[in-house]
């Protein structure tokens, strides 16, 4: 069973990657089936059940609260995966963001290359290593939205979905230090695993490295 701190934590990376990549099919199917349920005139909503209509300003105060609970002094990173190599840090005042070296136990890091307006497209970084009560597998992504739309993964649970797939993916390596992690790992692309697996497409790996500094609380 999960505990509720991994919980929270895939909580907060789909946030992370929902901030980056725009409006979902599933939001528009519920806009939907929102609009054809609605009351005639004769049945009318009472005003008291309507939500407010600032939705979007609840989503950021969620946020919000929950990268509180991980508020960190800053943190790093630079990843190189096969010839390129992408830098990442923690902007001041991101509501996402974060960099803490000691999360239960293990290292997790949720990194951007760009500001603290999560509205503007960024490439992000997601690190999740384990130790202590995090016990998860290690886990490494580049989700890539300035110059691409691609997206970086090291994670061997992808064999719990598509156990064909050649053998070596993930996490190779690890080590943490203090307030760094640094490692090596075979990284797939996402997208060339739905193409592979349906038989359209070769899939596309890449060896890398990783190394993540945390700032000291």
Partial sequence: MQRPHVLIMV???ALVLAACGGT???SSSDTAASSSTSPSSDQAADPADVPDAGSDDQTVSTVGSIGDHFDTAGGTATVTI??????????EGHLIANCDADFFGGFVAILTSGTADISIPADTLIVMLPG?????PPTVRVKLAVGSDAEWIADETIYEQYPDLPAGLGVTSFSIDGTTASGSAMFFEQESVYQ????????????GTF???CAAE
């Fill in 82 to 91: 096969g010839d390129e190599t992408w830098e990442f840090a923690l902007p």
């Fill in 132 to 136: 202590g009560d995090v016990t998860d």
């Fill in 11 to 13: 909580g907060l990376i």
């Fill in 211 to 213: 190394t993540v500094t």
């Fill in 196 to 207: 592979f697996s349906a038989g359209n497409g070769d899939l596309v790996v890449a060896d």
């Fill in 24 to 26: 979902s099919d599933e």
